[in-house]
């Protein structure tokens, strides 16, 4: 497979010099509302949302800036300035603007936007408004700096600020204890993620004295092929952590402990999305190590089947969508793997999967809204007529998910089942299947919130949330229809000057594969149906079968992680502190105690007379004059 | 010059055993005032009138009486014990000075050798002596003479802060006085009104005379305690004597001249 | 002719040791090491004399300055003692052996 030759981007000019105005005006608010506290009390949350519609403005207009450019031009680097040079570097912070990262900047500051205007009426009660905002912002600019970086060590800076902003908005509620543990395990699983990142950019600088990704991406034919393939495992380890992908998924679930709106954020706009953007924007590398591409596509497969399992069986409505969102970033993955055939693919559907999970999660927050912060499902049931509004906008999403055709997800999704089957039939055997169970999970949760009878709890009345809420609704339940259609025929020419991958033809009608495909996903509509539509649900989950168990229990991939590292961890801490107090303490209690009894002796020298230290100084001066001239006589 | 020095050595040897041996502190200090103005006179001998009129008016001037303010401010205590608290430092310190001295005498035994130039040259060649030291004062040595600038500021701030004694009560007024003098009039007994006079006699009417009550004791208030106990307190009977013998020798004359008339 | 200045130099400064080292009161021991500093201005001064110089002169106007500061921060920590403990003997300000 011989890589695309990308073409390399050119000087910013008139327009595009202000690309910079993308990440400092969030940056600008975080500042002030985190920064100027009690001043910006009642005007901070607005003044977020401004900064976030000035920096989505600023995007809208480069993107169209870019449209209107020839091909060759429209990437563009920005370089701000020098960070540091030291020895034979120079590191200097620049920024790119190309045809993918435009992208990233119009869903993560559209998105992003309408998620901080939902905010304004679902954190509308809350006493510490101001900072939610203020992290919002921040998380939003970290997010902005890790996708138009123009080197990756910028971009492990905005890489770091997303998990410090993650941390910070999960644990925003950090008086409940689960929520504080929550907001610790993303850091520390994070920063399992960010070794990875931290060594294969240290092998970059090695291997190219550059982390720029021009440098990386015309360096990268010359390296030795163990380079490669490190490089791109190291890569995969990084965005495995960010993107919540087996192995390192388990902090996603718990990560629901955050506001409803920071999931939303984590989960369609910013965070996930940073590994299968990293995986992208790594194609010089990854195009060439086949086996870390296998990796990759190992790594998508198991967890979008994983996550679809865990999906399948949660009763908690967030976590149900959490799994989701491992699943549909396991396809983002999956089609990362695949290569220059599928790297379209999975931008695409990460765009799509952006407007319908930030819908669909934005929903479950109204639904969480109306009754009373109550997440679990089996208290929910005939929903529709109370909340219409969030139940029809739901429903988009719902479609779009499942791959109905037409809506956004029919798109996105068959196009990576396709390329699955073209890697090899046993992944696109599993990719098919889990589009299945999406369509059953998803199925399940329409039927056991909007469906069935009343199983509120006492005193819990439903009410439909106030405009500021809905109106963001409807507007990403547009997008979650119409989306894939606007984007089908265009996005791949448009990304394959900077993404490296080869277009393919794509039709309205759908190939064998894409017929196969909605077949199943019917299937799976109806077995949702069968199993949760057709009786009551109880209040109460039911025993459930294996299966079920291990889906309740996240697939034991907390226990994995005591078993595997924690619990040798603490064992080797425990050894590590029991050699310290025995062996390393005792010597330097020795010492201590050597030294406590020589200055028992040295104090009764010191008896605190003026004239006694006199005397002793005379009597040092003789001794000194005395070895001096005695010296000297010798 | 050599009688000079032979007349200034002693006597400056004299006062600076009369500084450490004396027991009241006054005295020792009129001993160092008298090493110190021997000294100004052998700098004076040694071409070296500038320090002369420095050691004069720094030393003796202020620095001494800087002392002896001092000294009277923080009161005439009794004079220091002869008793050495601490064991064996006065053996100790006698070898160590008996050391030091025969250490310094034996490396100043060889140090100097042939004969002294004289300042005569120099001060011909400066111009005099205070403009040869004015010419290193402000030329070679002029960054010592800045730093002591800065030495001097922050000594005199420093003295001032360490002096500077914190009010801590609120001042008494004449009201909260009087409360208290009759607070201890009701507790104590303590008499309420002002302290008595000194006595005042014939002879005497200094502030150590003591009064006298009607019944001829004296009154123990009438003489401040720091001189109680220095044992400046004069003899008040005896003054009453004189007293009593100097009236009757007048009344008598006067009678005698009423006679006579 | 020199040697005599320097021996009653040595003289004063081993008279002064030995006041630091047996007088309690506070002020003597002090004034004491004023004569210390007398002593080694004598030598000074005379070893200007001795080499045609000024510079010991000029080093005997330093000290006296160093001095004068010296003097007027000590009297203020003497005073100040005296103010908490109402005592200036050096004996008793053995805080440190406590």
Redesign the interface.
């Known amino acids: 497979m011989i890589p695309l030759e990308t073409i390399d981007p050119v000087a910013a000019t008139g327009l595009f010099s202000y690309a910079w105005l993308m990440i400092a005006l969030p940056a600008l608010g975080a500042f002030v509302l985190l920064g100027f506290g009690r001043y910006v009390e009642k005007s901070g949350p607005y003044l977020a949302v401004a900064t976030i519609g000035g920096s989505f403005v600023v995007a809208m207009a480069l993107f169209v800036q870019m449209l209107a450019a020839p091909v060759d031009q429209r990437a563009v680097s920005v370089q701000l300035y020098t960070w540091f040079t030291t020895g034979t570097w120079q590191l200097d912070v620049g920024l790119l603007v190309d045809q993918l990262s435009i992208l990233f900047a119009l869903l993560i500051t559209g998105v992003g936007g309408l998620i901080h205007v939902y905010s304004l009426g679902y954190m509308a009660h809350d006493e510490r408004k101001r900072r939610f905002f203020g992290y919002l912002n921040l998380f939003v600019a970290a997010m902005l700096t890790l996708v138009l970086a123009d080197n990756y060590l910028v971009l492990f800076v905005g890489w770091e600020g997303v998990g410090l902003a993650s941390y910070l908005l999960i644990g925003f509620w950090q008086y409940k204890p689960s929520a504080a543990a929550a907001a610790k395990k993303a850091f520390v699983m994070n920063r399992v993620g960010d070794l990875g990142m931290v060594l294969a950019i240290s092998a970059m600088l090695a291997q190219f004295g550059s982390s720029a990704f021009i440098d990386v991406n015309h360096g990268a034919e010359h390296l030795a092929p163990g380079w490669t393939t490190a490089i791109g495992l190291l890569l995969l380890l990084g965005a495995c952590g960010k993107s919540a992908q087996v192995p390192l998924q388990a902090w996603l679930l718990d990560a629901m402990e955050g506001p409803t709106p920071v999931s939303a954020l984590i989960h369609a706009a910013t965070m996930v999305t940073a590994g299968v953007y990293l995986v992208v924007r790594s194609h010089a590398i990854f195009d060439l190590t086949a086996d870390a591409r296998l990796a990759v596509v190992i790594v998508g497969t198991v967890t979008l089947l994983a996550g679809a399992w865990i999906g399948c069986s949660k009763d908690d409505i967030k976590k149900v969508l959490a799994g989701s969102t491992m699943s549909q970033i396991g396809y983002m993955m999956l089609a990362a793997g695949i290569g220059p055939a599928g790297y379209a693919f999975a931008i695409f559907h990460l765009l799509t999967h952006g407007a319908f999970k930030a819908n669909m999660f934005l929903g479950a927050g109204s639904v969480m809204h109306g009754m009373n912060d109550d997440v679990d499902m089996r208290h929910y049931g005939a929903l529709a007529k109370y909340l219409p509004i969030t139940f029809w906008t739901f429903a988009c999403g719902y479609l779009a998910i499942i791959g109905f055709p037409l809506t956004a997800g029919f798109f996105s999704k068959d196009h990576i089942i396709e390329a699955a089957f073209g890697q090899s039939a046993l992944v696109g055997t599993l990719a098919l299947l889990g589009a299945g169970v999406t369509a059953f999970y998803m199925t399940r949760l329409m039927l056991m919130t909007f469906g069935g009878k009343k199983r509120w709890l006492d005193g819990v009345h439903p009410h439909e949330s106030p405009a500021v809420m809905t109106v963001p609704l409807i507007v990403l339940a547009a997008l979650s229809l119409v989306a894939g259609a606007v984007m089908n025929w265009w996005i791949q020419e448009w990304l394959e000057p900077a993404a490296g991958n080869h277009a393919h033809e794509v039709e309205l009608l759908p190939t064998p594969i894409g017929w196969l495909t909605m077949l199943v996903v019917a299937a799976g509509v109806f077995v949702g149906w069968w199993v949760f539509g057709r009786k009551p649900i109880p209040a109460v989950a039911p025993q459930g079968n294996v299966l079920a168990v291990a889906g309740r229990n996240e697939l034991y991939g907390n226990a994995v992680n005591d078993t595997l590292v924690v619990k040798p961890v603490l064992g080797v801490s425990r050894a590590a502190v029991a050699a310290d107090a025995k062996a390393f303490d005792g010597f330097v209690n020795l010492l201590a105690n050597a030294l406590g009894g020589l200055s028992v002796g040295g104090r009764r020298v010191?008896?605190?007379?003026?004239?006694?230290y006199?005397?002793t100084m005379?009597?040092g001066?003789?001794l000194v004059?005395?070895v001096l001239?005695l010296g000297l006589g010798a | 010059m050599t009688i000079v020095f032979w007349i200034c050595a002693p006597l400056m040897v004299l006062g600076g055993l009369g500084l450490i041996l004396f027991r009241k502190a006054v005295y020792s200090a009129l001993s160092m005032a008298l090493t110190m103005v021997c000294l100004a006179v052998l700098y004076a001998s040694l071409d070296a009138p500038f320090l002369f009129a420095i050691q004069i008016i720094v030393y003796t001037g202020a620095i001494l009486m800087l002392f002896l303010f001092v000294l009277m401010l923080v009161g005439v205590d009794t004079p220091d014990s002869i008793v050495e608290t601490i064991k064996g430092q006065r053996i100790l310190s006698a070898i160590g000075a008996l050391g030091l001295l025969g250490l310094m005498i034996f490396s100043i035994g060889g140090a100097v050798t042939g004969p002294s130039a004289g300042l005569a040259g120099a001060e011909q060649a400066a111009g005099g002596n205070v403009q040869g030291i004015a010419q290193l004062l402000f030329g070679r040595y002029v960054w010592v003479f800045e730093l002591t600038s800065a030495l001097l500021i922050t000594a005199a701030v420093g003295a001032m802060i360490l002096a500077h004694a914190q009010r801590t009560k609120p001042k008494l007024g004449q009201r909260e006085q009087a409360d208290a003098r009759m607070k201890a009039y009701a507790d104590q007994g303590t008499h309420p009104g002002s302290l008595p006079n000194s006595g005042v006699f014939a002879t005497s009417n200094s502030i150590a005379t003591p009064a006298l009550l009607p019944d001829g004791t004296i009154a123990p208030d009438s003489v401040s305690q720091t001189l109680a106990e220095r044992g400046a307190q004069l003899d008040s009977t005896q003054l009453r004597a004189l007293t009593a013998e100097t009236f009757e020798r007048a009344e008598r004359i006067r009678d005698e001249e009423d006679e006579e008339l | 002719m020199i040697d005599q200045y320097l021996y009653l130099a040595v003289i004063l400064f081993v008279i002064g040791a030995v006041g630091v080292m047996i007088r309690r009161n506070a002020l003597v021991a002090f004034m004491s090491v004023e004569l210390m500093l007398n002593a080694a201005n004598l030598a000074l001064v005379a070893f200007a004399w001795h080499h045609a110089s000024f510079d010991g002169q000029v080093a005997s106007f330093f000290v006296m300055v160093v001095a004068a500061a010296e003097v007027v921060v000590g009297l203020a920590i003497i005073v100040s003692i005296y103010k908490t403990r109402r005592s200036t003997s050096v004996d008793n300000a053995n805080l440190l052996n406590q």
């Open positions: 010191q008896n605190g007379y003026v004239r006694s006199a005397l005379v009597l001066v003789l004059g005395v001239i």
